[in-house]
């Protein structure tokens, strides 16, 4: 079923590559951030200003979220973390918190950023590069999809090609499969 807010937009042109974009809300605003091939846009909705225009970086990006004022983009396997139009904090492959291949998806729950690749997921504290954790992924086969439910606190949904795991992410712990 497609998201009744974007129909209106989907003739008109927008600029965007084929990762998915990651729609929030700031008090009574709704925004939509987007990857653009080494760069990103943030748009208001429902007027679809660009708010925000990102840099261009120096590789395709992966992966975007965002939380209040900041966006979190994934490209290769590092994480950047922008404060409007200038990087705040940087998570790099060499720091022991981020040693993945790639990053394949970035969830922000505050105060939590989960970085997903490979047979395990990161997670690390918004704002602090020397805190988190890292959790081996409890499904045998590749990811699919992973859902965080509003109504469970810590807690997402891991989906793999044949198994559904309810699991506390903050713990490890599976809590039904």
Not at 18 to 36: E, V
Not at 93 to 113: F, G, Q
Request: charged share 20%.
């Amino acid at each position: 079923m497609e998201n009744s807010l974007l129909k209106p937009y989907k003739s008109i042109g927008l600029f965007l590559d084929s990762n998915p974009g990651h729609l929030y809300t700031i008090g009574d605003k709704t925004y939509l951030a987007h990857s653009c091939e080494q760069s990103y846009k943030i748009y208001s909705l429902p007027s679809l200003k660009i708010s925000l225009l990102g840099p261009h970086l120096a590789f395709p990006l992966l992966e975007i979220g965002c939380h209040n004022q900041s966006a979190y983009i994934a490209q290769k396997n590092e994480l950047l973390e922008f404060e409007h139009y200038h990087i705040k904090n940087k998570f790099v492959h060499d720091c022991s918190l981020i040693i993945l291949d790639e990053i394949e998806k970035v969830m922000v729950l505050h105060p939590y950023i989960l970085l997903f690749g490979g047979p395990v997921f990161k997670v690390v504290r918004e704002g602090h590069a020397d805190e988190g954790w890292e959790h081996k992924l409890p499904v045998a086969s590749q990811l699919a999809s992973v859902v965080k439910i509003n109504t469970y606190v810590n807690k997402i949904l891991i989906c793999s090609q044949n198994e559904v795991v309810l699991m506390n992410f903050v713990t490890g712990k599976v809590l039904y499969r």
